[in-house]
């Protein structure tokens, strides 16, 4: 039975784009990295992750708040939100020695970033818990009988799954929220979970903070997972999270800026949507086709600011052209 289990989703052409776009951007980042000091970096984003997640779930620490308790100083504020983000510290210092698909792992993790918390640290939960938005119920946990066998079934797809980590940690961190295994927890347990199981994949997510992102975008994150649910597809959420890792990593690169000619700059701006070459010839104003071609769009195309919809078919009548996310990036810049 549970060789057969298959969490619901599917992959839209947004989310092929989107893994696309990180993975390009990715490499980016770890080249430039290398001339980065690391260490500094690392510690900076690990505080801005502790910070955003716990901020999700009503922390009122800030930054400069969670850098004074790494640092040993004395922080006045409500017993809790200390409690929580010495937890998360602790958690997020072991986490890279824990396995994504081992349940005693994910039990420990739990037991950590919960201690002095809640009474059932490390253990699933036992009676029944809904997601509250004000008084109004928004998701009903399965029954606490059913957990254990879930998340089992979850691990467990989880380590036989050939699919993209970007799509299977999305999909882990929905399928999660949706069990809500733990009575207490599960918001900032997802966010780490998902964190690392793309740090199995790619090292450098270790110090990206993903989460610091998401909650800046608190609301429309829960909108994903609402959506989900209602479409008994993770396919909104997955598109969700995919768009906030490729914000986070595009936040996170030190910017070498190109050599973005007047030309190229000018077509960024006009492009606001997919557009043919017609149609971009005429919003630039240009009559001469070959000097579109060989000054605007192929040095575009070149430095990935922009992209066609038909790659296999660069010369689809149908072909269009649109901006990329580090193209959205320069043109925001105004460079």
Known sequence: MMKD???PFSITPHIVRLIADISENLGRLSAQQTQENQLKLRRI???RTIQGSLAIEGNTLSIDAITA???????????????EARNAISTYDQ????????E???LKAHQMLMKGLIDDTGYYRSSGVGVMNGDQVVHMGPPANRVGKLMHELLHWLSETDQHPLITSSVFHYEFEFIHPFSDGNGRMG???QTLILTQWNPIFSHVPVESMVHEHQKEYYQALNQSTKGADSAPFIEFMLSMILNTIISATPQVTPQ????VMQLLKVLKSAMSRDELLNKLQLNDRKSFRDRYLLPALTDGLIEMTIPDKPTSRLQKYRITAYGKKLKHADI
Do not use: M, S
């Open 95 to 102: 986490f890279e020695q824990w396995q994504p698909v081992n």
């Open 191 to 193: 966010r780490l979970w």
């Open 5 to 7: 289990y298959q969490p």
């Open 45 to 47: 984003n690990r505080i």
């Open 69 to 83: 308790i790494l640092d040993g100083k004395k922080v006045i504020a409500p017993p809790r939100d200390l409690q």
């Open 104 to 106: 005693k792992h994910l």
């Open 260 to 263: 973005v000619t007047p030309q």
